[in-house]
């Protein structure tokens, strides 16, 4: 499956703004998604992730009630709502694929498809 993320973009701390990803290639429903960042001088994180069926997610501590991943499997979408944005939350988004009840939902070697990246800027 080919990834791409949009959504990225400036904002103020307090602001709200919702990344996109779009799959082509397999049906999406194949695939458990996540969502992962990477800061400047930083190793890359895991922030989130869905299962297939779009009714299991998950959340590092550091998001958690602030983020939410939802998806649409028929039209091929996957999405990160970000909400009240903190300065320590800049760094390029990236959604990734992995196949269905493999590997392991925070770990990124579990994932074999990921999508070039969008940079969040929060300023305070």
């Known amino acids: 499956v080919q990834l791409q993320a949009s959504g990225g973009g400036l904002v103020r701390a307090r602001d709200s703004l919702r990344l996109s990803c779009a799959a082509s290639g397999r049906a999406l429903s194949t695939y458990d998604m996540g969502w992962f960042r990477q800061a400047p001088g930083k190793e890359r994180e895991f922030v989130a992730s869905?299962?297939?069926?779009?009714?299991?997610?998950y959340y590092a501590d550091s998001v958690k009630g602030r983020f939410a991943i939802s998806r649409d499997n028929r039209k091929s979408w996957v999405y990160l709502q970000m909400d009240s944005l903190k300065p320590e939350d800049m760094a390029v988004y990236y959604c990734a694929a992995r196949a269905r009840y493999s590997g392991t939902r925070t770990d990124l070697s579990s994932y074999a498809s990921w999508g070039q990246g969008t940079l969040v800027t929060v300023s305070s």
């Open positions: 869905v299962n297939w069926s779009g009714d299991l997610t």
